[in-house]
């Protein structure tokens, strides 16, 4: 999966950034090198998803996709 990221430079300094393609998705750094490890992290918590909360029937089938 590829995502476009929008990076900023912080007015107080540093950086923050925020992909378009999932709304709320936000991180922010000190250096752009931590900014790029915090929006990693912000994206894969943005899309997972917690399975105890859904109800699966016997039918049913829980699969994994990459795009």
Do not use: R, T
């Not at 999966?1 to 709320?24: D, F, Q, R, T």
């Not at 915090?38 to 105890?52: Q, W």
């Amino acid at each position: 999966m590829k995502l476009k990221v929008v990076i900023h430079e912080a007015n107080e300094g540093g950086y923050w950034a925020e992909v378009p393609a999932i709304p709320g998705c936000v991180a922010q750094g000190e250096s752009f090198d931590e900014l790029l490890g915090n929006i990693y992290e912000a994206v894969e918590g943005c899309l997972s998803v917690d399975l105890h909360d859904i109800v699966i029937s016997e039918k049913d089938k829980v699969m994994e996709i990459a795009v």
